[in-house]
């Protein structure tokens, strides 16, 4: 796992009955997904780092999430085909956003997030007008062009580009200050001292995630960051239309889920 990247610190392969249906009519599938996963799996108050692929890497399926209030630190957020999602109040650093395979009824909500690159998807039918139920309303630290590269898919109308003004990056204090665009988009700040173990005897004893330095697109370390966030897909591009997925890029994302394992 370690050599593919096929994984992250948080990784979940949902594979829940409606994932294996060869013939149930697409508009039945959010409410089959939702016959397993009754409430909703919380991801909330982290701080991830996989330096082996992504931090949060929902596969397979993975249904009915509420991710919010999360620090990505390295690999972003990869969410594959699955129902329905709520992704919001988030921040990548170095990274962002990564669409797989994605149903055109997934019912997905990714708002108020910051990302520093443009979405780098996989295996996203062409014939799809528009991704999710709602991508919009977030900040991108790098450039216009990552904002609307996916504008033709209905993402980020209404989302802004800027510099988010965080309080002291180089010290893992990534909230923003007063003035900040993510604030007028609805971002709220939230803790950045309160991540892992709370009992004193378990923080001497835990390890903390490196911070790692923000790149910009000339690869310098002090503004955004483009240019770690595309080698680091490319990667991963490698491996998603190899032997990990075998997608094809059929219309009907059911044909896109690989069959025996990966």
Request: with cysteine; glycine share 10%.
């Amino acid at each position: 796992m370690r050599e593919a990247g096929d994984h992250g610190s948080f990784n979940s392969w949902g594979r829940d009955r409606y994932w294996n249906l060869e013939n149930a009519p697409l508009d039945t599938l959010p409410r089959l997904a939702l016959l397993d996963v009754v409430k909703p799996n919380i991801l909330r108050n982290n701080r991830w780092r996989c330096d082996h692929g992504w931090d949060v890497d929902l596969d397979d399926g993975s249904s009915n999430y509420e991710i919010y209030n999360n620090l990505f630190l390295n690999g972003g957020l990869k969410l594959r085909e699955g129902f329905p999602r709520r992704v919001w109040n988030n921040l990548a650093v170095n990274n962002s956003l990564h669409p797989h395979v994605w149903f055109a009824n997934s019912g997905d909500v990714v708002t108020n997030n910051i990302w520093m690159g443009a979405y780098r998807p996989a295996a996203m039918s062409g014939s799809l007008n528009q991704w999710g139920r709602e991508v919009d309303r977030n900040l991108f630290t790098t450039s216009d062009a990552d904002r609307t590269e996916f504008a033709g898919k209905g993402c980020d109308a209404h989302s802004l580009v800027g510099d988010p003004l965080f309080v002291d990056a180089a010290r893992g204090d990534f909230r923003v200050r007063d003035g900040s665009s993510a604030l007028t988009l609805g971002f709220q700040n939230f803790p950045m001292d309160h991540f892992g173990v709370q009992k004193p005897a378990l923080k001497a004893l835990a390890q903390t995630a490196e911070i790692p330095p923000l790149i910009s697109k000339a690869g310098s370390a002090d503004g955004a960051p483009l240019l770690a966030l595309r080698t680091q897909t490319a990667i991963f591009a490698i491996d998603v239309t190899g032997s990990l997925c075998a997608i094809s890029r059929n219309d009907d994302a059911r044909n896109a889920i690989p069959k025996g394992g990966k």
